[in-house]
């Protein structure tokens, strides 16, 4: 099934899901084949009927240009996490049962693209990360800062960014030249310009399907001189990689 966030509720709360033909899955699926699951009828948590997703899209956030509607659909996913704990559990959605698992695979597989994009996987340079969507700290405290020289954090939930600051505060480690959490930016995804220059890696995990089309597209037009990795639940090794040009990535979820 293909699975899209539609609601105030956040992405585990309410997903619009769209049924594809019996045994057609990811992996097997022709670009035609793909487009025309994305043209398959669905329905949401509230039992809604959408014909597509361009369907569920209008009536979410209106046709091009509707400024005020798009606010509000940002400003509604924003004040779902303001509710929530600051804890793993609550950053999780409540599976934080996840958390060792998942923080092991993205290890995998950022070890495989350090090697492959650095000389000695990066050990001999002074590498700097954003953590895009940092929440309370979890990818950075459990993996990126052992990686990192410098880790910046962006999140737009303020009790989240500030639950990672304590919890940096206390890692040794913060206190090095050698690894530390060193900006912490309160600031939404679709508003943020990256620094020119600073980062060779970006890290994006599950909060990218908060975005719109338009916003997805205009956020990697303005870091296209940067290294980039694109982590989603569905597809845990998809890479996006670029200087001066984009790399086409599907970023469906499709199981």
Known sequence: MWIRPISKAGLQHCPLILQLPPNLGHNNMTPKARSSAMEAAGFDSDGREFKNAQEMWREQIGDEGDAPK?????????????????????????????????????????????????????????????????????????????YF?????????????????????????????????????????????PDAGRYNVIWIQWCIGHLTDDDFV????????????????????????SRTYFVNVDCTCIK
Do not use: M
């Open 149 to 193: 020289n410098e880790v910046d954090l962006l999140e737009p939930v303020s009790h989240f960014l500030d639950a990672a600051r304590e919890s940096l505060s206390q890692e040794y480690f913060v206190a090095s030249d050698v690894h530390k959490a060193t900006n912490f930016y309160c600031a939404s995804l679709q508003e943020f310009t």
């Open 70 to 146: 798009k606010t509000q659909w940002y400003r509604e996913g924003v004040a779902y996490w303001e509710g929530v704990e600051a804890s793993v559990d609550g950053v999780l959605g409540g599976f934080g049962q996840v958390n060792d698992a998942d923080i092991n695979g993205s290890e995998a597989f950022l070890n495989t693209l350090l090697h492959e994009r650095f000389h000695g996987g990066g050990s001999n340079q002074h590498l700097v990360a954003l953590d895009c969507g940092s929440g309370i700290g979890r990818i950075t405290k459990n993996l990126l800062i052992r």
């Open 218 to 241: 205009s956020f990697f037009e303005r870091a296209k001189d940067l290294f980039w990795i694109k982590k989603t639940e569905a597809s845990p090794d998809l890479i996006c990689t």
